[in-house]
């Protein structure tokens, strides 16, 4: 029976030292969070992270706009938090209107100031493994393989998922650690090869957002399952793990929620505080 890889407990371990290096900022660090139209995911996705930022003595401004706001206009609003010295970080909350496209807009963002590690030069400073921010749920994921003691050095490692913001930056975290890294996508669906990429994982992590996409009895015997996914079903919120058979195999897994999340999130106000102690040098 696996053990449970426990998101708050590790994010509780971030948000600890984060405090200390909150007081030794000459200025309270300002997160700036730009949030569009008025999914209900990430309004609330956006309260938990005001109240965490709130906790740790950094200060959390909220820019609401309206979802037809111009692409034109998000950039040039972007440009003036990037002037303003008092901002420390800049985040844009996803999803976005189909109208503007998430990678042009994080091109604007200044990558000191790019706590999600999405501007072009922070995704090609994880490319050298010299990143200072990378992506946020992409260094959750590694936080938590880090927790359970596990030598990545040559491990059968699977990401089901090829998203920017997930699957592509983690491959990236887990080559500069030696992993054997192979990505499966919707292709490799349609072409009939997830099972067979699934059961070599010694190490899978999914993050598609399709409910029960992995079978139970897909996982090898003693394999680390992190589960990224975050779906509703049956008014639950459920990852794309079936998580109890899934549990019988494992040797870890992560709950949803209560896994990746917390610590996408500990992770996040870590890039922040990183990046105004950066600024202040
Ligand atoms: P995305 O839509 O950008 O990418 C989905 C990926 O899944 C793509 O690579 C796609 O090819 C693949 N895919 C789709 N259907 C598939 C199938 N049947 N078989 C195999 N692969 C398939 O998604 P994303 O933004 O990376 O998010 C993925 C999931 O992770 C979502 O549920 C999202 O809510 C969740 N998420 C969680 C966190 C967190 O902190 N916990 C952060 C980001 C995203």
Redesign the pocket.
Known sequence: MAKLLEGKFIADQIKEKLKTSVQSLRQVPVLASILIGDDP?ASAYVRTQAKIATSLGIKYVLHKFDASISEDGLIDFILKLNADTAVNGILVQ?PLPASINYMNVCGFIQPDKDVEGMHPTNIGKVLFGRARIAA??AN?VMELLNSTGVDLYGKEVVI????????KPLAMLLLEKFATVT????????AGK?QGHVERAEILI?????PN?IKGEWIKEGAIVVD????RLNEKIV??VEFNAAQRRASYITP??G???P???AVLMRNLVEAALAQQQ
């Open positions: 995911g996803l946020c749920t959750a089901v998922g090829h998203s920017e913001i997930v699957g990505i499966c996508h919707i292709a490799t669906s349609e997830l999914v993050a598609v957002g399709s996409l990224v996914g975050i779906n990852g794309d949803v929620p896994g990746v999340g610590v996408t999130v």
